[in-house]
C-alpha cells in the first residue's frame, strides 16, 4: 500500500478555485487507483473522483462533473484534483485514498460505496467555501 499526504486545501470564495494534491509513496503509481472523497459535518463521505494511475480512466461525482479535473503525473507520484467554481456546498474534509488496481473493477465501481475499495487514507485536507 502506498503512504498519502495530501495537501492544498483552504479557504476560498464562491466561484474561486483551489488543487488539491496527493503525494504518494512509493516507485511508480502505475498499478493503483486514487480517489478523492470528501465529508462534510453530518453527512456521509462522499466519492469526488476516482483515477486509475495506469489507463487514466476517471470517474466525477455528479455533483462536481464540469467544475472538478482529476490528473496525474505518475513521475511526480502525485495526484491533483483541481476545483474550480467552488460552491459553498463543496466545504468538506477531502481526503486521497489508494488501493491497488485489481484491473477488473472500474474506476466508477471503486470510487462508490463511500470509499471502501480503498484500503490506505491520507490525513485530509479542508476545503471551506464562503464568502
Known amino acids: 500500500q502506498l503512504q498519502l499526504v495530501e495537501s492544498g486545501g483552504g479557504l476560498v470564495q464562491p466561484g474561486g478555485s483551489l488543487r488539491l494534491s496527493c503525494a504518494a509513496s512509493?516507485?511508480?503509481?502505475?498499478?493503483?487507483?486514487i480517489g478523492w472523497f470528501r465529508q462534510a459535518p453530518g453527512k456521509e463521505r462522499e466519492g469526488v473522483s476516482c483515477?486509475?494511475?495506469?489507463?487514466?480512466?476517471?470517474y466525477y461525482g455528479d455533483s462536481v462533473k464540469g467544475r472538478f479535473t482529476i490528473s496525474r503525473d505518475n513521475a511526480k507520484k502525485t495526484v491533483y484534483l483541481q476545483m474550480n467554481n467552488l460552491k459553498p456546498d463543496d466545504t468538506a474534509v477531502y481526503y486521497c485514498?489508494?488501493?491497488?488496481?485489481?484491473?477488473?473493477?472500474?474506476?466508477?465501481?471503486?470510487?462508490?460505496?463511500?470509499?471502501?475499495?480503498?484500503?490506505?487514507w491520507g490525513q485530509g485536507t479542508q476545503v471551506t467555501v464562503s464568502s
Open positions: 512509493g516507485v511508480r503509481l502505475d498499478y493503483f487507483a
Open positions: 485514498a489508494s488501493e491497488a488496481d485489481d484491473e477488473i473493477s472500474s474506476v466508477q465501481a471503486m470510487c462508490h460505496n463511500s470509499g471502501h475499495y480503498f484500503g490506505s
Open positions: 483515477i486509475k494511475v495506469g489507463d487514466g480512466s476517471t
